[in-house]
């Protein structure tokens, strides 16, 4: 099995900064992307950014040029530097794993983690 653990959630004052952390641990022989989500409340997960293993980058629209993804391949570990935080980047952040092999020929799977809250708010 494939286990994602996220750190670094919290509150912050509006305008302020967070890092999102999120390391891939168990049997895994290659990750083609990693991303983060969120989830509001009441509202549907949505894409936050997203990296695969050539380094290509995919933003949400609200969040360009405020948020910076990376990843460590070698590490299997993601994360993400998030700049000018606003009360509606308020939600639950989730780490994602994408198109996951644990052999050469295994079936590729996608895995979730927990899940961390972030809270924007004076």
């Known amino acids: 099995q494939v286990q994602l653990v996220e750190s670094g959630g919290g509150l912050v004052q509006p305008g302020g900064s967070l890092t999102l952390s999120c390391a891939a641990s168990?049997?895994?022989?290659?990750?083609?992307?990693m991303g983060w989500y969120r989830q509001a409340p009441g509202k549907q997960r949505e894409l936050v950014a997203h990296?695969?293993?050539?380094?290509?980058?995919n933003y949400a629209n609200s969040v360009k040029g405020r948020f910076t993804i990376s990843r460590d391949n070698a590490k299997n570990t993601v994360s993400l530097q998030m700049n000018s935080l606003k009360p509606e980047d308020t939600a639950v952040y989730y780490c994602?794993?994408?198109?996951?092999?644990?052999?050469?020929?295994?079936?590729?799977?996608?895995?979730w983690g927990q899940g961390t809250q972030v809270t924007v708010s004076s």
């Open positions: 990296i695969d293993n050539g380094g290509n980058t």
């Open positions: 994602n794993a994408d198109r996951v092999r644990r052999c050469m020929l295994c079936t590729e799977l996608q895995f």
């Open positions: 168990g049997s895994i022989f290659s990750i083609y992307a």
